[in-house]
């Protein structure tokens, strides 16, 4: 518990307290692909996994517990949110290239969470190439796709953090880069030639799960 909580708890006034848990409880929500990702890297000795999301100490914590992994953080939302800012996305595609420094085949498990959703196209299949390029054979990639047209959505990222194998919590953090229009499935399973299709779910909070294996 951080200074700003203990401060703040000493004398909670019921009504917070309360629209408090409410709002706690609405941003956990249900995950299937991930148990089966985590289930492919435990069958790996000392696996390696990529994050693309920013750093989260709970899954940091998690991932250590029920895997021993070495870790990779490459908050990839951070570089799109540079450009936006400095108003260089024509230069993404290229930064987000350079950014993938890891070797061939290098890496057993990739966490792509919702990052995809705020890539253009070109920037997207520079990212898509990149990461079969350093998936290992028979390696796992998870990637979470939007199904709400961006108009519908507010501007912010989302930290993904790991309850437990079936479950997320969602924390919204602000951004200035909206969220993409919405990929067909087809257009998704094209961002990564390489790769195929293991599994794929369709959420209640209208995102598309999938994960891909290398062959």
Known sequence: MGLLDRLTSKR???ET????????EQSLFATK???????VLTLRE???LLDLGPVVGPNVGFF???LGCKIFVDDVCAEIERHVRANTLADL????GAR???ADASVDGILAWDVFDYLDKASAHVLGRE?????RPDGALLGFFGNVPPKEQPSTYTKYVIVDESTLRHRPYPGARERQPVLATRDIIRLFDGLRVSDSFFMKNNVREILFRKT
């Open 12 to 14: 909670p006034e019921p």
């Open 93 to 96: 595609p290229e930064a987000i």
């Open 33 to 39: 692909a991930l148990g089966t990702f985590l289930r």
């Open 17 to 24: 307290h309360q629209r408090s848990a409410g709002a706690a």
């Open 46 to 48: 000392a696996p390696v």
């Open 64 to 66: 250590g517990e029920h």
């Open 131 to 135: 990461l079969t390029r350093i998936l």
């Open 100 to 102: 993938c420094s890891h």
